[in-house]
C-alpha cells in the first residue's frame, strides 16, 4: 500500500462524511415509488430493441468470424495435428494465443461452429450482466435505484458498442476476461471490508468467497490466455498489494507451467516462436488496431509502425497510467484505478483491435457517477447551509446566496464526457473512413477522414490522461483505518 494512503485517510473521511448525507428523496420517489414492476420491464424491453436496432445500424456483419478460426484449430488440434500449424482457410490467420487458451477452448471441438459461437455469445452477455452488477451495486446503493432495473438497462446499452457488440459477433473471450479482471477488483473490496457479506451461519467456501483472500486469480487466469492483463500484477505491486499480487503471479505460473506439462511441444512452439510473430495477427496500420502503434502507423501512412517513437510515447503513457492509477488507489477509488491500468494496457499493446477496448465501459460509469456526485455535493451542503442559516444564504455570511444554476452545472463536463464517450464508441466513426495501404493511403478522406479513422485510439490516450476519479468512491484498503480515523475526526 502506498504511503500516499494514510495522507489522504483524512480526506477520504470527510468526502464520506459529506457524501453520506446527500438527500436520496426525489431518486427513491421516482425510481422506487412511482415506476411499477411492468413500467420498469416496458423500458427494459425498449432499451434492449434500440441497443438491437443500434447495432443493426452502427455495426458491422457478423458471423463468428474469429470463433470460425479458433473452432478449425481446436477441431485441426483434437484430430492430431499440432495447434500452431493450423491456417483458416481463405485466410493468412491461425491460432494466436498461450496454450493454456487452447485447453480451455478444447470442449467445444464437439460442438458445431454456430453452436460454440452462440454458447460463447451467452456466457459474455452472463459475465457482462455479473461484472455490471458488481461495478453498479455500490452506484445504486448510494442512489437507491434498484439494482435488477438498473444492471437490465445497463447490459444492452454496454452490447451496443463497438467492443461489446464486436466481442459477441466475432466470437471473441474479451468481456470473459474483462469479468476475470473485475471479479478480482470486488475481491479487493470483500477483504476490505473483513468478509463482512458473509453470515455467521455461512459455510467455509462462502465465507472464503466473501473474505476476497482469493483476490488475483482471476488476473492471473486472464494473463494465462492473454498477456496484456499482466499489467495489472504491475499495478499490483506498485501500489503495495502484495497479496493479490502474488496471488496473480502464482497462478500465471502455475497455469502456465501445468499447461507445460500437459502440452509440452504446443508450449514450446508458443514461447518459442509463435508469441514473437507479430505478423499471425495482421498489420499494425489496420483501421480495427486502435493501439498507439496502430495510430502512429496510420499517421506516417506506413504498413509498420516507427519503433522507438511508439517505445518513447508507450513509455510515457505507462508511467502516466501507472501514476494516475496508483493517485486513484490512494484516494479510495479502486475502479478508476482498474480502468486506468486497463486503458493504459489497450493503449500500449502494438495490437488492439476495437473488440480489446471493454475498459471503456467502466470508463463511461465513472464518468457519469463522477458527474451525478458532483452535482449532489454542490447542492446537498448549499442546501443543508441555507437550512441552517435561516435566510437562504451561507451561515454566518449575510446575503451570500450560491447561484441557483450552480447544482445544475457542477459536474456537466463529466456527463457530457460520458455521454460523448458512448455516443462515439456506440457510432464507431472509424469505419467509413477504413484504409487499407498499399491499396489507399490513410491521408484519402484528409485530415479530417484520418481523425475519424485515430479517433477511438485518441480517446482512449484521452481517457488515459483525463479520466477523473472519485475520492473515497470504492476504497479496497483496510477499512479499519478509516474507522479510526471516522472518530478522530467526530472528536
Do not use: C
Not at 33 to 47: D, K, S
Request: proline share 6%; net charge positive; charged share 15%.
Amino acid at each position: 500500500m502506498p504511503t500516499t494512503v494514510g495522507r489522504r485517510a483524512d480526506r477520504l473521511a470527510l468526502v464520506q462524511r459529506v457524501t453520506s448525507g446527500i438527500d436520496r428523496t426525489v431518486t427513491t420517489a421516482l425510481v422506487g415509488g412511482r415506476l411499477g414492476t411492468l413500467v420498469r420491464a416496458g423500458i427494459v424491453a425498449f432499451v434492449a430493441y434500440a441497443a438491437w436496432l443500434a447495432v443493426g445500424v452502427f455495426g458491422r456483419p457478423y458471423n463468428f468470424f474469429d470463433m470460425k478460426i479458433y473452432h478449425g484449430a481446436i477441431v485441426w488440434w483434437a484430430s492430431g495435428h499440432e495447434l500452431y500449424e493450423f491456417i483458416a482457410p481463405d485466410t493468412t490467420l491461425g491460432f494466436t494465443y498461450p496454450p493454456f487458451a487452447g485447453l480451455v477452448m478444447l470442449p467445444m471441438a464437439h460442438l458445431p461452429v454456430q453452436a460454440a459461437g452462440l454458447v460463447n455469445a451467452l456466457a459474455s452477455l452472463a459475465a457482462l450482466a455479473v461484472v455490471l452488477a458488481g461495478l453498479l451495486r455500490p452506484i445504486v446503493d448510494r442512489l437507491a435505484w434498484p439494482l435488477w432495473f438498473s444492471v437490465a438497462i445497463a447490459v444492452p446499452l454496454a452490447a451496443a458498442i463497438e467492443p461489446a457488440r464486436e466481442t459477441l459477433g466475432y466470437g471473441q473471450v474479451n468481456l470473459l476476461l474483462f469479468a476475470l479482471i473485475i471479479a478480482d477488483m470486488i475481491g479487493l473490496r470483500w477483504r476490505s471490508r473483513r468478509g463482512t457479506h458473509a453470515a455467521a451461519e455461512d459455510g467455509p467456501l462462502l465465507r472464503f468467497i466473501y473474505s476476497g483472500a482469493w483476490a488475483g486469480a482471476g488476473i492471473g487466469l486472464a494473463t494465462a490466455v492473454k498477456l496484456t492483463p499482466a499489467l495489472f500484477i504491475a499495478y499490483l505491486m506498485i501500489t503495495r498489494q502484495w497479496r493479490a499480487a502474488f496471488t496473480a503471479i502464482g497462478t500465471t505460473i502455475g497455469v502456465t507451467v501445468g499447461t507445460f506439462a500437459v502440452v509440452g511441444n504446443e508450449s514450446r512452439a508458443y514461447f518459442g516462436s509463435v508469441l514473437w510473430q507479430t505478423e499471425r495477427v495482421g498489420a499494425a496500420d489496420m483501421t480495427p488496431n486502435q493501439s498507439l502503434a496502430g495510430l502512429l502507423a496510420r499517421l506516417y501512412d506506413s504498413i509498420e509502425t516507427p519503433g522507438l517513437l511508439w517505445l518513447a510515447f508507450s513509455v510515457l503513457i505507462l508511467a502516466l497510467g501507472l501514476s494516475r492509477a496508483a493517485n486513484s488507489h490512494a484516494d479510495g477509488d479502486e475502479l478508476t484505478a482498474f480502468t486506468l491500468v486497463g486503458l493504459t494496457a489497450n493503449v500500449i499493446s502494438p495490437i488492439s483491435w476495437t473488440h480489446h477496448l471493454v475498459w471503456v465501459i467502466p470508463a463511461i460509469i465513472v464518468l457519469a457517477d463522477a458527474a451525478v456526485r458532483r452535482r449532489e455535493a454542490s447542492r446537498g451542503p448549499a442546501h443543508r447551509a441555507a437550512h441552517l442559516s435561516g435566510h437562504g444564504g451561507l451561515p454566518g455570511v449575510s446575503g451570500l446566496r450560491p447561484p441557483i444554476w450552480y447544482p445544475t452545472l457542477t459536474g456537466l463536463r463529466h456527463g457530457v464526457a460520458a455521454i460523448g464517450l458512448y455516443l462515439l464508441f456506440l457510432v464507431s466513426p472509424i469505419w467509413p473512413y477504413e484504409h487499407q495501404l498499399p491499396e489507399v493511403s490513410h491521408y484519402q478522406d484528409g485530415l479530417f477522414g484520418a481523425l475519424m479513422e485515430n479517433s477511438l485510439a485518441v480517446a482512449l490516450i484521452v481517457l488515459v490522461a483525463g479520466l477523473p476519479w472519485r475520492p473515497g468512491a470504492e476504497p479496497v484498503f483496510y477499512s479499519d483505518r478509516m474507522g479510526r480515523v471516522s472518530v478522530n475526526a467526530r472528536r
